[in-house]
């Protein structure tokens, strides 16, 4: 089964900027789509972008369009969430998690999930 490890949160300010990595072990990363995900307390959880098995498609909300990449490095086997210009707003636990090779906007098709990452902004 795709085993899944966020790193690389943190407590960052208005306007700073962090890379969340999501490694893989088990499976080959270029596989899989991966999405990342994101929870707020006392908010449901929302997607917050999504790269397809291959890399050539890749999709992302309204709320982080132009602020969040996502990028993969299939020799280190991991996916990055570059975040940049971040806000209070943005601050939530964060999740990568994988399925088959396309994206889809349904959270309960990805089967597979890692623990999550903090991700605080605040001055």
């Known amino acids: 089964q795709l085993q899944l490890v966020e790193s690389g949160g943190g407590l960052v300010q208005p306007g700073g900027s962090l890379r969340l990595s999501c490694a893989a072990s088990?499976?080959?990363?270029?596989?899989?789509?991966i999405g990342w995900f994101r929870q707020a307390p006392g908010k449901e959880r929302e997607g917050v972008g999504c790269?397809?098995?291959?890399?050539?498609?890749?999709i992302y909300p309204d709320s982080v369009k132009g602020r969040f990449t996502i990028s993969r490095d299939n020799a280190k086997n991991t996916v990055y969430l570059q975040m940049n210009s971040l806000k209070p707003e943005d601050t939530a636990i964060y999740y990568c998690?994988?399925?088959?090779?396309?994206?889809?906007?349904?959270?309960?098709?990805?089967?597979?999930w890692g623990q999550g990452t903090q991700v605080t902004v605040s001055s």
């Open positions: 998690a994988g399925r088959g090779e396309l994206c889809s906007p349904y959270m309960y098709r990805f089967n597979s």
């Open positions: 088990g499976f080959t990363l270029d596989n899989y789509a």
């Open positions: 790269t397809s098995s291959s890399g050539g498609w890749t």
